[in-house]
């Protein structure tokens, strides 16, 4: 029922039904419907129907920018209104958090999307620190209803309306916390749905799929992401007597360095050009000088002198031109090392700019598992391990968003109340781990803890009641099999929901957060001893050192770190999987070479083989590279981290050992 004025609710209804013939007239006159609009979105405003306000407006911004279906639509909003209004009931029947069905994305000008996601990641930053606030609620959510305010009016300014509409729902619910409960029950519902303020700025339709409840398989190609607010060593905002330099213009910088690197090539291939060309000329003096001897002294009856004197001017003049040559190649040569070492030591120091230790990032993590852990009555303890790590900004800052998402899950699902715990014969204290580790051109991040783990038959009893999958695939599934269905979309082995826990938008959005970087999420369960999340993730630029091999035609690049050694074929294992076959699954002939790759220990399956082998056709030099981020869809495509812009402009790719490793197996296995 509503809760607004009687006498409001009578004259709004009254408003309505004055404008509703201009929205319904035939033909449909733009300014007409659009004052129509522009009234009744003022009028609902005021009459305390804020959501049906909310409708207007955004119709009333279609209808500016020419979509005049917004008019019939619009005369069908005012109707339904009327009945629902007359009938006692709210103007929009959804309610928050649901989207209306009309809310949909918008794609920003990259310069306003750079702005505004900066202004966006400052808030949530903020909105984080008023999370894991010890002090007064009240004041804790005050200082979070501001942001939420500002990140309203910034959503607002640009255009952004689910984010706007989000913000707007959580701020209401702000509102009322004038009490220290009050504040806490508002501030523990702002931390289980901080995830999705992070994904309504990196991937909208997805979070508003998730919000709406759909069963979406499928994964939204990713838009641009913008450009992060920069961060200190220490993950600090950056203070006044820092620049702030954004990411994007460190990348056109080192782009430039490379057109400066490939420039130098041409002038060192210049450089032995004219050192050719100088030899080339001392061997005609030499030449000439051999012919005059040959000659020998003017004579009358022989050659003129006049003759024999040109060709020793000619001579001479040779002579001094190939060392005048030889002089400026060894000067030019000098200057291209010069270069050279300066383009090298411009690539490292830009590189190291984007580079910082994962300490931040693990902090801002364990500080909202933390808070979440006081708000649900939990005692935790937060490890870490690997936090002097040093990663892209960029990447962490994309990564904070799943890691926290994960990280409250543990808490929500997997940390049993202390007195659970000590019935169990558990420590009270629950521990939660946040582990990094560089292996070779990837990046892995755990997030583990010793709670309750996930019941894999409770997952396949709700994966069947659920309509997920059919009876007899689940009881043949393996458990990783069922663990991945905690990725679905709403899929949860709760029956009821509670805010977060049990509506299933935690894996999912961090998932597809993590698959928007090239990179994949890894479940693992103990029942009763813990639940771990693997995220691992393709570091997406730096200058790395690879060598160059070819394969079946194609000319690929391997990380230097991950190449042992090459081997002949005739000391090679008779099955050999050949690396064009493990890339593309295609037939290959036998190999001339045979290449180790040293593959590291894996965590999650233990320690593998120190190492695997394929087969190449050459192995070329070893060279210092800018590897480049590739696209989502091309990563998809085989076992890759990224690119490499050669200097005839042709692009290579550099192959993930990590990726490769498990096919190079499974084709030795199979050719065995």
Not at 338 to 363: I, W
Not at 532 to 555: D, F, H, K, N, R
Request: with cysteine; charged share 25%; glycine share 8%.
């Amino acid at each position: 029922m509503s809760a607004a004025d009687p006498e409001l609710v009578r004259l709004l209804i009254l408003e309505l039904s004055r404008h509703l013939p201009a929205l319904e007239a035939t033909p449909p006159v733009a300014e007409a419907s659009g004052r129509a609009l522009h009234a009744l979105k003022g009028s609902a405003g005021l009459a305390g129907e804020l959501e049906l306000s909310a409708v207007l407006q955004r119709l009333e911004r279609r209808l500016r920018e020419g979509d005049t279906s917004a008019v019939r639509e619009a005369a069908s909003v005012v109707h339904t209104a009327i009945a629902r209004l007359s009938s006692g009931q709210r103007a929009i029947g959804s309610s928050w958090p649901e989207p209306p069905p009309d809310l949909a994305a918008v794609t920003l000008d990259a310069p306003v999307r750079a702005q505004y996601a900066a202004e966006i990641n400052d808030r949530l930053a903020q909105i984080d620190e008023a999370l894991a606030s010890t002090g007064d609620p009240v004041d804790a959510a005050a200082h979070a209803y501001r942001h939420l305010h500002t990140m309203k009016g910034a959503a607002s300014a640009v255009g952004d309306e689910p984010m706007g509409w989000f913000c707007h729902g959580l701020e209401e619910r702000l509102k009322v916390a004038t009490t220290r409960d009050a504040a806490a029950a508002a501030l523990a519902e702002v931390g289980r749905w901080r995830a999705i303020l992070g994904a309504l700025l990196d991937d909208p339709e997805g979070a508003l799929r998730a919000l709406g409840g759909q069963r979406a398989r499928g994964i939204a190609p990713p838009n641009p992401r913008p450009t992060q607010r920069p961060l200190d060593d220490e993950g600090r905002a950056a203070d006044d007597a820092t620049i702030r330099v954004s990411t994007t213009s460190v990348d056109r910088l080192l782009d430039r360095l490379v057109a400066i690197g490939l420039a130098r090539e041409r002038i060192a291939a210049s450089v032995d050009a004219s050192r050719g060309h100088g030899a080339r000329m001392r061997r005609l003096r030499a030449d000439l000088s051999e012919a005059l001897r040959l000659i020998g002294p003017p004579r009358p009856w022989g050659a003129p002198a006049a003759a024999l004197a040109r060709v020793s001017r000619a001579a001479q003049e040779l002579g001094a031109l190939s060392d005048h040559l030889e002089q400026a190649a060894g000067d030019m040569r000098g200057g291209d090392h010069l270069l050279r070492d300066g383009v090298g030591d411009a690539k490292r120091e830009l590189t190291a700019m984007r580079q910082t230790p994962l300490r931040s990032m693990f902090q801002r993590v364990a500080a909202a598992a933390m808070a979440e852990a006081r708000r649900s009555d939990r005692e935790i303890e937060v490890r870490t391990l690997g936090a002097d790590e040093t990663i892209d900004r960029r990447l962490a800052e994309l990564l904070v968003e799943p890691c926290l998402q994960i990280a409250r899950n543990a808490v929500a699902h997997g940390i049993e109340p202390p007195a659970v715990r000590a019935s169990l014969g558990k420590p009270r204290t629950g521990t939660i781990v946040l582990a990094a580790r560089r292996i070779g051109p990837r990046f892995r991040l755990t997030i583990a803890d010793d709670g309750a783990g996930v019941d894999v038959a409770a997952v396949r009893r709700r994966a069947v009641d659920a309509g997920a999958v059919a009876p007899a695939i689940a009881e043949a599934a393996d458990d990783d099999t069922l663990l991945a269905l905690l990725f679905l979309p709403g899929f949860s082995t709760r029956a009821t929901s509670d805010f977060l826990a049990g509506r299933g938008l935690g894996l999912d959005i961090a998932l597809v957060m993590v698959q928007r970087l090239g990179g994949a999420v890894r479940l693992s369960s103990r029942h009763g001893e813990g639940f771990s999340a693997w995220l691992e993730v393709p570091i997406e630029t730096g200058l790395a050192c690879v060598v160059w091999v070819t394969a079946a035609g194609s000319e690929y690049a391997l990380p230097v770190a991950h190449t042992r050694r090459v081997i002949a074929r005739r000391d090679a294992p008779e099955r050999l999987p050949h690396l064009a076959a493990c890339i593309e699954a295609r037939a290959s002939a036998d190999a001339p070479l045979c290449l180790e790759l040293q593959v590291e220990p894996d965590d999650v399956d233990g320690a593998r083989a120190a190492s695997v082998r394929v087969g190449v056709d050459a192995v070329g030099a070893t060279e210092e590279v800018l590897i480049r981020p590739l696209t989502p869809l091309v990563a998809s495509m085989g076992p890759y981290t990224g690119a490499v812009l050669k200097e005839d402009g042709s692009l290579r790719l550099v192959v993930d050992v990590v990726a490769l490793a498990p096919r190079a197996r499974a084709l030795g296995a199979r050719r065995a």
